[in-house]
């Protein structure tokens, strides 16, 4: 992904993050106060699962 952003010169309102290892809760609810959409989260040692998923912590 980082690498698609950096060829086109995808600027802000995008942003991509590196990756982050900590509390997943956590990070959602303070992306949730900047009003970030979009998050894309998984567990460090399961597949990335393709497709749409229903949000379970709304």
């Known amino acids: 992904m980082k690498e ?3 060829t086109h010169g995808v600027e802000a309102p995008a ?3 590196d990756h982050l290892i ?4 956590e990070m959602f609810e303070h992306a ?3 009003n970030y959409e979009g ?3 998984k ?3 399961r597949a990335l699962m393709s497709g749409r ?4 912590a709304c």
Do not use: E, I, K, P
Not at 22 to 25: E, K, L
Not at 53 to 56: A, F, Q
């Open 4 to 6: 698609l952003f950096d």
């Open 15 to 17: 942003l991509y993050s």
């Open 22 to 25: 900590g509390d997943g809760q």
């Open 32 to 34: 949730a106060l900047l």
């Open 39 to 41: 998050n894309r989260a």
């Open 43 to 45: 567990m460090l040692h």
């Open 53 to 56: 998923v229903t949000c379970v």
